[in-house]
């Protein structure tokens, strides 16, 4: 089976979140988790940055055994430097070295030509391999960069000596067409691409991450970069329980799978948006908290019939217990019957139609009608009788 390989960097881009600064602890406690929900990769921090961040990667390189650990640098002898003393404990270290190479980058912010661009990488490449035989070198911005670049690029870094060659869509700017088309382009093009790993690294800023992330697995790519709840900068990242879910529902299309142990889904999640402070949106796919819950009365009929009729997804497969039928407006008698034997109440049908007309007089003016609401009228219609 076609192994896809999880790279995840909630503690470095995901923390990149406007307002989020995880410390020491909550990193640990986090890529524990992560360690426990089985992803290939993890980027603990950018060594460079701090001081505190250098300390953090080094705290995880410690903690975690089972996970490839890595440090991001820019092409810079001290930023390597910085990456190797934060991964001194870790049982298998990784360096994860990037440049940007499209046009606008190279003019505005590096202020290089193509050529000056090629060196820079190379260098930083030849030197982070004294000390690294698992270097990871990304081309920062390929998505707007020439693909005759990308291609020269790459080429460039599988003979440094880089491991895995990342292709990131900096700015969340393309479509999964134009992404897809790059990992075809540089596959068919660039010498000993078997040799390497290609890697997908997304953003979401026309929504479009997940989608990006899966064209790039169609046209060949072997590591999806993302992170818990698509957290990180801007619009954030690719959500990686998307990735893992749409694999694991639609194996029948991908014909590809992570290795993610998919029931520590739901708690992962439940702990990155703790310590984070990021709040999940309800209707957030996969982990928010309507992803598997059901409010329209047909739908409700449906699931209390056969679950597959409005779930794609079992909420068991991400460690949830179960679906919730919401009582609202737009529920039916089915369900509020259900509701009724869950509370515990034996009612006659007359009894029924009673307690369902209060009920919807009540769901017409209160959003969601709870536990309580039911059991305050039917007890309110006990006394009255
Ligand atoms: O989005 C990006 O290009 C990055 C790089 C550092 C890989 O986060
Ligand atoms: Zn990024």
Do not use: W
């Not at 800023?205 to 072997?222: E, R, S, V, Y």
């Amino acid at each position: 089976m076609r192994k896809i390989y999880i790279f995840d960097t909630t503690l470095r881009d995901g923390e990149q979140s406007p307002g989020v600064n995880l410390n020491t602890k909550e990193k640990v406690e986090i890529a524990l988790q992560l360690e426990k929900l089985g992803v290939d990769r993890i980027e603990a921090g950018f060594p460079a940055a701090s001081p505190g961040d250098l300390a953090a990667v080094n705290a995880v390189a410690s903690a975690v055994k089972n996970a490839t650990i890595i440090g991001l640098s820019r092409s810079r002898e001290q930023d390597i430097d910085a990456v190797r003393e934060a991964l001194k404990g870790a049982q298998d270290p990784s360096i994860h070295v990037f440049l940007a190479t499209s046009p606008i980058h190279r003019k505005h912010k590096l202020r290089m030509e193509k050529e000056q661009v090629l060196e820079t990488a190379e260098r930083a490449i030849t030197y982070a391999k004294k000390y690294f035989s698992k270097i990871e070198f990304s081309l920062e911005d390929a998505g707007r960069t020439e693909l005759d670049f990308v291609c020269q690029m790459t080429d460039m870094a599988i003979r440094a000596g880089a491991s895995v060659v990342n292709l990131p869509d900096t700015v969340g700017y393309l479509n999964p067409l134009e992404y897809g088309n790059i990992f075809k382009t540089v596959k068919e093009n660039v010498p000993n691409i078997e040799k390497i790993q290609l890697s997908a690294h997304c953003h979401d800023d026309l929504g479009m991450a997940t989608a990006n992330a899966l064209a790039a697995i169609l046209n060949g790519a072997d590591q999806i970069e993302g992170t818990i709840n698509g957290i990180g900068e801007r619009a954030g990242n690719t959500a990686l329980e998307e990735v893992a879910l749409a694999l694991e529902t639609r194996f029948d299309y991908f014909g590809a799978k992570t290795g993610l142990n998919l029931q520590e889904i739901a708690r992962t999640s439940r702990l990155v948006s703790k310590l984070t402070g990021m709040v999940i949106p309800g209707n957030k796919a996969i982990v928010g908290a309507n992803a598997f819950a059901h409010e329209s009365g047909i739908h409700q009929d449906g699931m209390l019939k056969e679950k597959t009729t409005y779930e794609i997804i079992s909420p068991e497969t991400i460690g949830l217990r179960d679906s919730k039928l919401v009582l609202g407006k737009h529920s039916g008698r089915h369900a509020f019957r259900e509701k009724l034997i869950d509370l515990g109440y034996e009612l006659d049908e007359e009894a029924v139609n009673v307690a369902f007309a209060k009920f919807k007089d009540l769901a017409d003016r209160k959003k969601h009608v709870t536990d309580e609401d039911i059991r305050a009228f039917l007890e309110e219609k006990l006394v009255d009788t």
